[in-house]
């Protein structure tokens, strides 16, 4: 596939938002047929378009209410020192 046009976008903007949709569902939002939907979906697997599919999972439910992004620094790069600095992380 070399250029998507408007219902391969279509197709990828609707996966994009639920990626469990039933074939039958996303032609009909599209505009297409059952048959050249689940085609294209194909195609699009096929050329790397869609490299997978995930699960989004409530955080919250999950007890995962805190995300860090951390900055470390350090004064000397040896040996020592990174081990101290993960003795010490896996202290915590």
Do not use: W
Request: hydrophobic share 35%; proline share 3%; with cysteine.
């Amino acid at each position: 596939m070399s250029k998507l046009d408007r219902y391969d976008l279509s197709i990828l903007a609707e996966l994009q938002r639920d990626a469990r949709i039933s074939n039958q569902e996303l032609a009909e939002r599209i505009g297409l047929s059952p048959s050249p939907c689940s085609r294209r979906v194909k195609q699009l697997e096929d050329d790397g378009y869609i490299v997978r599919q995930v699960a989004l999972l409530d955080r919250k439910k999950l007890g995962l209410n805190l995300t860090a992004y951390v900055l470390i620094g350090m004064d000397r790069h040896t040996p020592e020192r990174f081990e101290n600095f993960e003795q010490q992380i896996r202290n915590l």
